[in-house]
Every structure is written in structure tokens, then in C-alpha cells.
């Protein structure tokens, strides 16, 4: 069984801005402070399939395959020695113009309870980055 952390942001936005956002990673080292680098050798839309390489501050580079995407948002897979993380980026509406984001990490694998009981406290900051990131580039537009 895996460890999930997840964080949940509600934002006054359409769905489609959001997941505009989300989706277009190469945009993240611009917004999402947890972000060192991102090499997308893709353009356009997400792809299932495409890899993607992610540095984030603090954490070796790793490589992102992306498992899903739709209309919602989109899931990719990272894997290391004896761990298998998932991410999960979700946007679901809420009501009266707000939606609610979803942003988990899911570590399975040998080494994972142990990678999580050494990285708890950064794999909550680098998701609240993320949360907080996402609010003001929505906020602002997302044009880039």
C-alpha cells in the first residue's frame, strides 16, 4: 500500500483555466517555486506517454511519464530505487464559478515508507508551493 499526500486548493476560476495551467508544465518553473527546471522535449498539448524532466529544488532530477490527461487534469509517474510516485493533478468544479484542485503524490514501492518518513515535511511544502503557485499564475491569467 502507498503514502498519499495530497493538498487541495479551491480557486474562483473556470475548469478549463485551470487545467490550461496544469497541463502546460513547461510553464512551471515560472510559477510553481518548487520547480528548479523542466525539460519537455514536446510541444503542444500533454500527451499519454510523453516523458518528461523535472528538477525540484533539493530532490535529484527525475523523469515523468504521463499515464493520463483529459478535460480534468492529468497523472504521471516517476520511478527511483525501490519507489514508484504517482502525481495527480485534478480540477473538478464547485459551484458558482470556483473549482476545486486536487494535487496528490502517491509513493508505492519497497523504499517508500521510508522515503516518505524522510521527506514528509518537504513533500507538504513542495504541495502547498504547487497550490499557492497555481492560485496566482490563475489569478493573473496564465498567459506566461
Not at 511519464?65 to 504517482?86: I, L, M
Amino acid at each position: 500500500m502507498g503514502v498519499t499526500y495530497r493538498r487541495m486548493v479551491e480557486l474562483v476560476q473556470p475548469v478549463e483555466t485551470v487545467v490550461r495551467v496544469l497541463t502546460d508544465v513547461a510553464g512551471w518553473p515560472r510559477w510553481n517555486a518548487s520547480v528548479a527546471w523542466l525539460e519537455r522535449p514536446g510541444t503542444g498539448p500533454l500527451t499519454v506517454g510523453e516523458t518528461i524532466r523535472l528538477k525540484q529544488h533539493r530532490l535529484p532530477a527525475n523523469t515523468w511519464t504521463v499515464t493520463q490527461v483529459d478535460g480534468s487534469g492529468f497523472t504521471w509517474t516517476a520511478t527511483s530505487t525501490g519507489v514508484r510516485t504517482t502525481g495527480d493533478h485534478r480540477v473538478r468544479p464547485a459551484g458558482a464559478g470556483r473549482v476545486e484542485v486536487s494535487l496528490a503524490l502517491t509513493m508505492d514501492g519497497p523504499m517508500a515508507r521510508f522515503t516518505t518518513l524522510l521527506g514528509a515535511r518537504l513533500i507538504r511544502r513542495y504541495l502547498d508551493l504547487e497550490a499557492e503557485g497555481l492560485r496566482r499564475e490563475t489569478d493573473r491569467g496564465g498567459t506566461g
